[in-house]
């Protein structure tokens, strides 16, 4: 449900200091928690990151280059804005042909998967419309999500973490609106009412059967990462006294070093197994929210997760411009 208004306005919680995280070296020394052995530092744990210039990848880039040996993919050397991406491999991996790509994955320790296809003339206002191009251009991420777990496999990486979104069980958003869930949980069966939705559906489903070890024998250990809102800056966009669009903004925020914090748990804790013995883990991308209503019981007790920020405490100022515009009850 909408916590009332007079929680907008209230002080959040102190926001957690910038220290490192318990089990998890800092990420700006640059090496993995193996940490030293013979005087000798040891060999950077090697990292795949597809999307690499694409806006999720760009925001932990820097953080994640220097902790690990990152081998950045994308279908473009240039971000957005033109910048280049240092040592960018530029591959097509919705080609069916994994070998024209598989020397770039060999080696690897673990895969983050953040490759996406976009359908031609979506933008924000469209992107949820369930029209044939919409349909299509899924069908293709759901094709690169399995090229991307079999090459894994293939080539011995240990583990994925593809970046699946909330929405991949956003139908329950709107029994959050009516009162009749609190929470929506990972152990939920994923539900959408959108294609965006279900193609994120798919790939949870797809890693699945490949954390099972029913593909050629070899369980490949799977995180499916249901990132919310990694900006800043939606909070701007959320019209005066529009209490229930802030609420979802406010819930759904990631900042940029939960981010990074999140992306190195997922890659480098050592047990990700369910309670059958399955590789396999959903892990809600939020900050430590005040009004979320997404789970965060997985991060926390799976990989450790301590979020550092609060979306409440963050925008205070902004809450308070929205509330006090809001219709009086």
Known sequence: MIPPLDSYTRRGRERVGAGAWPGVDDPRRGRHSAGLKGGKSMAKRRVVITGAAGY?????????AERWDVVPIDVSATTRGGEKVAGLVVADLTNPNRNQYRQHFRGADAVIHLGYVRAPGMDATTWQENNDAKFWAEHQNVALAYNVYRVALEEGVRRVVVASSNHAADYYERLVWDGRVDMVTPEMPPRSDNWYGWAKAAYELLGFV????????????VVQWRIGGPRDDDIEHVKPGDIKVMHRALGAYLSRRDQVQQAIRMVETPDITDEHGVPFLIVYGISGNTHRFWSLASAKTKIGYEPQDDSQVNFAEAIAAIARRAPKT
Not at 210 to 221: I, M, N, P, S
């Open 56 to 64: 999720v990848g760009q925001r932990m880039f820097k953080e994640l």
């Open 210 to 221: 490949f954390a099972t070890g029913k593909v050629d024998g070899r369980r490949l250990e």
